[in-house]
């Protein structure tokens, strides 16, 4: 099983539509982080969260939300989807100043 | 703001040595990560430069200037399992990393 799980892998869906992802880890890391990525713009941070207490914005926030229901579990948001926002979309976790992230397989989104 | 520049594509031969440049303009600079990634995978953690200087992992070695804002990723006896995308991503005030656009590796046989 990997340490590090999105669902759902692949999601389509349509503007205006609600939609989560989710992210559980089995690494007992505290930080966790997601991240977008786009051809050509490589990986864009958008929440990342130290503790169930501590969520803070990355470059990219605005049109998502998050919530961290547990140190193993933090959700992306998208309240209202838009095609701009058609993208692959990462959970990560970290263990301290290690310099390293452990990335989960990815969701792909579309959004028509 | 803070940016990374990264070669967008390089391609080598199986069995030679390729070098990816990074180079950076950041604040809260902690340090350097590289990762690669396969069409349709998810990054993979290769290296990390906290201090300047070379460090080596088997096939790969990566290398920090912090004077020159500038690293590299040095891969050695390129095998066609190498092909692939390479980011480097620097360690930003210890809380999260901000990732270059990707260098595209393709080795030919």
């Known amino acids: 099983d990997a340490d590090v799980t999105q669902t759902p892998r692949n999601r389509i869906t349509k503007t205006g539509k609600r939609i989560m992802l989710e992210c559980s880890q089995t690494?007992?890391?505290?930080?966790m982080y997601w991240y977008r990525q786009d051809p050509g713009l490589g990986l864009r941070l958008i929440y990342y969260?130290?503790?169930?207490?501590?969520?803070n914005k990355g470059e990219i926030s605005d049109g998502y939300s998050v919530s961290r229901q547990a140190q193993a579990k933090f959700s992306l948001s998208l309240e209202s989807a838009i095609p701009n926002q058609t993208a692959l979309y990462f959970c990560?976790?970290?263990?301290?100043?290690?310099?390293?992230?452990?990335f989960g397989e990815g969701s792909r989104l579309t959004v028509l | 703001g803070q940016s990374l520049e990264q070669p967008s594509e390089v391609t080598a031969v199986e069995g030679a040595i390729v070098q990816i440049n990074c180079t950076y303009q950041?604040?809260?600079?902690?340090?350097l990560s590289w990762y690669q990634q396969h069409d349709g995978g998810a990054p993979t953690f290769l290296s990390y430069?906290?201090?300047?200087g070379l460090e080596e992992t088997g096939r790969f070695s990566s290398f920090l200037s912090r004077s020159d804002s500038y690293g590299y990723l040095l891969l050695q006896e390129l095998q066609m399992k190498d092909s692939a995308s390479y980011f480097c991503?620097?360690?930003?005030?210890?809380?999260?990393?901000?990732f270059g656009p990707g260098t595209r590796l393709s080795v030919l046989p």
């Open positions: 690494k007992g890391h505290d930080r």
């Open positions: 991503a620097h360690d930003n005030y210890g809380q999260n990393f901000v």
């Open positions: 969260s130290f503790d169930v207490k501590d969520i």
């Open positions: 990560a976790t970290s263990e301290g100043n290690t310099g390293e992230l452990f």
């Open positions: 430069n906290g201090l300047d």
């Open positions: 950041t604040s809260g600079f902690y340090g």
